[in-house]
């Protein structure tokens, strides 16, 4: 079959059909980039704070050297106060836990580094951008 050449067609007085538009007929409407943005941002968030707070090797060192060891409703408060620096922004915590104070990676939920009261004689923390008081 062969394609139909328009300009013979208005040399023989004829002209193609061309379908209407209909005129309530809107355009479709392209996705909102920030609706999908706010989901996955939400959906991200979701299971970034569903996940428990992880301990780093230092830290972990640190509380098995200073013989530093934390009950489960610490590590709920722990948890609930990390959860709440996420909602605020916060990417590096100090988080105060009774006489403890954690250096938490709020993006990575992960304990940096750990202290006690005793161990703690200068009271200056650096490179925080907030603090919790769990």
Known sequence: MSAIDPISLAMNGLRPIVPETIPSQA???????????????????????????KFSAHAQNR???????LTEPQMSRLEKGVSEAAE????????????LALIVSVR????????????????????????VIA
């Open 88 to 99: 605020k922004g916060a990417q590096s915590s100090l988080v105060m836990l009774d006489n």
């Open 27 to 53: 355009p479709a409407k392209k996705p909102d980039a920030s609706k999908a943005n706010d989901f996955g941002s939400l959906l991200e968030q979701t299971v970034r704070d569903s996940e428990p707070v």
């Open 108 to 131: 990575n939920r992960t304990v940096v580094t750990a202290l006690d009261q005793a161990q703690n004689s200068s009271h200056v923390f650096t490179q925080i951008d907030s603090a």
């Open 63 to 69: 509380l098995l050297h200073r013989q530093i060891s």
